[in-house]
């Protein structure tokens, strides 16, 4: 209690440092400290020890079915943290399950939604590779296309130059807008892909109420 809550190293570490004791305190008391570290550990950005405790916090949540703590729904902030921590660790596609997982519990609440499509956008799809390849492709017949226009074309068929340039400005602009489309696309088939998730799980629950 004499630790002040913003203070998260001290937190963490006055938790390792007495852990076998912690673990040996009443539930309640174990418990609300474990959940205090927990938040440490993930404000603090040490994500894999994170990700290592907040299941024992979800596991005990459910084995004692505790619900709410400290006025808060106990279970789906930490699962919700899970999910920022593999997120920031890059392992989106577990972070898409635990996300979608969170949206079957609550397919109302818009900050799981917003969340699942944006670790949607960050894990590349094979458009988005295939997009990408393409457009470089078109970036660099556009780079020998000039490489030629200033070797060739304009010292000794300058004649030529106008079609040349018209030539790269097109092979330019094509590459842009396969990049640029491709994204698009990938942005819309999420949006689109996610609402009708969210979608399909309330009329499940409009439905079963």
């Not at 927990?38 to 084995?63: C, P, T």
């Not at 969340?115 to 660099?140: E, G, P």
Request: contains cysteine; neutral net charge; hydrophobic residues 40%.
């Amino acid at each position: 209690m004499e630790i002040e809550s913003g203070d998260f190293q001290q937190i963490i570490h006055y938790y390792e440092e007495n852990e076998e004791a912690i673990k040996n305190l009443d539930f309640e008391e174990y418990f609300e400290l474990l959940v205090i570290y927990v938040n440490a550990l993930f404000e603090r950005g040490q994500y894999e020890k994170h990700l290592i405790n907040v299941d024992v916090v979800i596991e005990n949540s459910i084995l004692r079915s505790i619900q709410y703590f400290r006025g808060e729904d106990i279970y789906r902030k930490m699962l919700f943290k899970k999910a920022a921590s593999l997120f920031n660790l890059h392992q989106y596609n577990k972070a898409d399950y635990v996300l979608r997982e969170l949206i079957k519990i609550d397919p109302f609440e818009k900050d799981s939604i917003q969340f699942l499509k944006k670790c949607l956008r960050k894990s590349k799809s094979n458009l988005i590779r295939i997009t990408r390849a393409v457009s470089i492709l078109f970036f660099l017949l556009t780079a020998a296309i000039i490489a030629f226009e200033i070797l060739s074309i304009r010292p000794f068929h300058s004649k030529y130059t106008n079609y040349v340039e018209g030539t790269r400005i097109g092979t330019f602009i094509i590459g842009l807008l396969i990049l640029v489309g491709g994204h698009v696309f990938h942005r819309w088939k999420i949006e689109k892909e996610i609402n009708d998730f969210a979608e399909s799980i309330k009329k499940q629950k409009l439905k079963n109420q």
